[in-house]
Nanobody, 121 residues
Framework: VQLQASGGGLVQAGGSLRLSCAAS????????MAWFRQAPGKEREFVAA???????YHADSVKGRFTISRDNAKNTVYLQMNSLKPEDTAVYYCAADRNVVLSTIANYDYWGQGTQVTVSS
């Protein structure tokens, strides 16, 4: 499966963005999905995951502010980000795997190219 992330940009603190991860080549409904992020000089960090049944898990740092969802008819996974903070600034990556379920470890088989999110104070 090929993944294409989009929706990043520059936003002021307190603002919102919605990231999209579009899949091609395979039906997204057969994959468990996740979002990770990586800030300059830091390791890749888990953000949120969603399984095939739309069960979700969010990192404590984004719980209550970010929401992962999926639309299998559109072959797309979303990350709605509200109340953004400067510390949310990072490149955001979507990931997919048929076997890894709601994992916080970056051991997914397939990765998108990343989309930059910058939050100004």
């Amino acid at each position: 499966v090929q993944l294409q992330a989009s929706g990043g940009g520059l936003v002021q603190a307190g603002g919102s963005l919605r990231l999209s991860c579009a899949a091609s080549g395979r039906t997204l409904s057969t994959y468990n999905m996740a979002w990770f992020r990586q800030a300059p000089g830091k390791e890749r960090e888990f953000v949120a995951a969603i399984n095939r049944s739309s069960g979700t898990y969010h990192a404590d740092s984004v719980k209550g502010r970010f929401t992962i969802s999926r639309d299998n008819a559109k072959n797309t996974v979303y990350l709605q980000m509200n109340s953004l903070k400067p510390e949310d600034t990072a490149v955001y990556y979507c990931a997919a795997d048929r076997n890894v379920v709601l994992s916080t470890i970056a051991n997914y088989d397939y990765w998108g190219q990343g989309t930059q999110v910058t939050v100004s104070s």
